[in-house]
């Protein structure tokens, strides 16, 4: 979820180095499996998502405290992309009123997500410690 807008992002970068390439690279192929609705999927989609996600894995094999870090960037973006921002504009576009009900439901929420994450952060920081100090022994 995370890293739909990376790949975004370099969909559009790589359509403008390669503008001839794109009728050949966006042709939408249809896969079929049965009791499941056809899925559309485009060769630019598929090798870059996959290129992608074996550069992911292999990095994580190679860099050995790549779970804590991983872990650290979670924390860090847990919170603002998937709690404060999204509520933040469900209250604007509702125009949720200031000290109703629901406004304090949704700040009390977002609080408590915001001490779960600093937790979770706290904890990825001290596993980063705990496994570096490890390391040497």
């Not at 690279?25 to 630019?44: A, E, M, N, S």
């Not at 790549?66 to 404060?84: D, E, M, R, S, T």
């Amino acid at each position: 979820v995370y890293s739909q807008p990376v790949f975004a992002f370099a969909e559009k970068v790589i359509e403008r180095m390669l503008p001839k390439s794109m009728t050949f690279l966006k042709k939408d192929f249809c896969i079929g499996v049965p009791r499941l609705p056809v899925y559309h999927v485009t060769l630019l989609r598929l090798c870059f998502r996959t290129l992608y996600v074996v550069s992911t894995v292999a990095l994580a094999m190679y860099f050995p405290f790549f779970n804590q870090v991983l872990g650290i960037l979670g924390a860090l973006n847990f919170w603002p992309l998937a709690i404060y921002f999204p509520i933040e504009m469900y209250m604007v576009q509702k125009r949720v009123k200031s000290w109703s009900t629901q406004w304090v439901v949704f700040e009390v929420f977002s609080t408590l997500c915001l001490l779960i994450s600093l937790f979770a952060l706290i904890g990825s920081v001290e596993g980063l410690v705990r496994a570096k100090l490890h390391q040497g022994s």
